[in-house]
Nanobody, 124 residues
Framework: EVQLQASGGGLVQAGGSLRLSCTTSGFIFDDYGIGWFRQAPGKEREGVACISSSDGRIYYKSSVKGRFTISEDDAKNTVYLHINRLTPGDTGVYYC?????????????????WGQGTLVTVSS
């Protein structure tokens, strides 16, 4: 059974940092790309960072570059999202997903599997 478990969210003050984790199982980790997506209240889900299945390259939504860092630990089948200098605009539910299409890993249409999401709330 494929599982993705997102964790690490919480209530944080603006300017703080968080590390989100996406722990995976049930599929060959190296065959898939993992992406982080964010859904703010009342808005559509958007891709913020991903590691592409096609070549392992990392991509970021332009507005988060320099503050978000995606990384992976192959030994633990886990992908992390470090978020620095949090702002209230970062508030939302963060999901991780797994894709094996490899065309544009910031687009959620590529994703076959999803985790349940973890809530990040940034207070001003």
């Amino acid at each position: 059974e494929v599982q993705l478990q997102a964790s690490g969210g919480g209530l944080v003050q603006a300017g703080g940092s968080l590390r989100l984790s996406c722990t995976t199982s049930g599929f060959i980790f190296d065959d898939y790309g993992i992406g982080w997506f964010r859904q703010a209240p009342g808005k559509e889900r958007e891709g913020v960072a991903c590691i592409s299945s096609s070549d392992g390259r990392i991509y970021y939504k332009s507005s988060v570059k320099g503050r978000f860092t995606i990384s992976e630990d192959d030994a633990k089948n886990t992908v992390y999202l470090h978020i620095n200098r949090l702002t209230p605009g970062d508030t939302g539910v963060y999901y991780c997903g797994a894709e094996d299409v490899g065309k544009n890993c910031l687009d959620d249409y590529e994703y076959e599997y999803w985790g349940q999401g973890t809530l990040v709330t940034v207070s001003s």
